[in-house]
């Protein structure tokens, strides 16, 4: 059974630092991309950043540069998101999520965990 796990949520205080992990397993094909998203209450989900398991290469939103980094271990099969200086806006359900291919969709998806940052 495919299953990502998300872990490494909670409260912190602006200016904070947190880290998210994703376990990945069952995957029995190889993958394109893992990615983390969030989505606030009453907001739309949106892509935070997401990087390659070819070849490690990685992408951020505008908001999150600078502050957030996206790492992989290949034999954890876990792919991190190092959070810091955490702003009060980041607060959010965090999800990661694998791409199968370039340019497909986000076809599997986490659970979430929650990251608030109170101010």
């Known amino acids: 059974e495919v299953q990502l796990v998300e872990s490494g949520g909670g409260l912190v205080q602006a200016g904070g630092s947190l880290r998210l992990s994703c376990a990945a397993s069952?995957?029995?094909?190889?993958?394109?991309?893992i990615g983390w998203f969030r989505q606030a209450p009453g907001k739309e989900r949106e892509g935070v950043s997401c990087?390659?398991?070819?070849?490690?290469?990685?992408s951020y939103a505008d908001s999150v540069k600078g502050r957030f980094t996206i790492s992989s271990d290949n034999a954890k099969n876990t792919v991190y998101l190092q959070m810091n200086s955490l702003k009060p806006e980041d607060t959010a359900v965090y999800y990661c999520?694998?791409?199968?291919?370039?340019?497909?969709?986000?076809?599997?998806w986490g659970q979430g965990t929650q990251v608030t940052v109170s101010s």
């Open positions: 999520a694998v791409q199968v291919g370039y340019g497909k969709p986000y076809d599997y």
């Open positions: 069952g995957f029995t094909f190889e993958f394109y991309a």
């Open positions: 990087i390659s398991v070819d070849d490690g290469s990685t």
